[in-house]
């Protein structure tokens, strides 16, 4: 059923797949209990559909309470805390809250990085986050600067051929033309 929802979700039946995904939730809560990782993986896949959905009180309420319970069972530096406060974060740039969306993903990015290292993907992916919410606020010199250290390491990573790569260029290019556009306004 979550598989299911899952590719309800990616082929953009948002609706089925919310549906889907609440009996998933309930399921798991009943067999599994209300802290086990696997109901708490459904309440963030949950939130993530309500997000979509453009329900994002409900998504962030969501996301809340699998942050409290993650950090509650496995600690406050556990990768599982770090994405479900990235999840809050998303929530937040997507309700206009960017200095909070950027607090947190500066946190999680800090974080990462002592724990899994700075080439891990997680922490890759940490800091295209805060590179996207750093464009949002208009700090182009911030963005650019942490979206020139991601390509680097994904050039290293991953070469210069794949995808990520090119895709933290092409954010990186964005950039320097906001730059440009930035300089040439003054």
Do not use: C
Request: zero cysteines; hydrophobic letters at 35%; charged letters at 30%.
């Amino acid at each position: 059923m979550g598989n299911l929802s899952d590719t309800y979700r990616f082929q953009g039946k948002v609706s089925e797949a919310a549906t889907l995904q609440e009996q998933v939730l309930l399921k798991r809560k009943s067999i599994l209990g209300e802290d086990h990782m696997d109901t708490l993986w459904s309440m963030g896949l949950l939130a993530a559909i309500y997000q979509q959905q453009g329900r994002l009180t409900e998504a962030n309420e969501l996301n809340l309470e699998t942050l409290r319970k993650r950090k509650e069972i496995l600690g406050q530096d556990h990768p599982h805390v770090l994405l479900s406060l990235e999840n809050i974060a998303s929530v937040y740039r997507q309700q206009g809250k960017l200095s909070e969306a950027a607090k947190l993903n500066e946190e999680v990015l800090m974080k990462r990085r002592v724990i899994s290292g700075e080439e891990h993907m997680d922490t890759l992916q940490s800091m295209e986050s805060l590179v996207a919410i750093y464009q949002q606020q208009g700090r182009i010199s911030d963005a650019a600067k942490l979206n020139e250290e991601v390509l680097l390491k994904r050039r290293v990573i991953s070469g210069e051929e794949h995808p990520d790569t090119l895709q933290s260029a092409d954010s990186l290019a964005e950039n320097q033309q906001e730059r440009i556009s930035e300089v040439a306004e003054q």
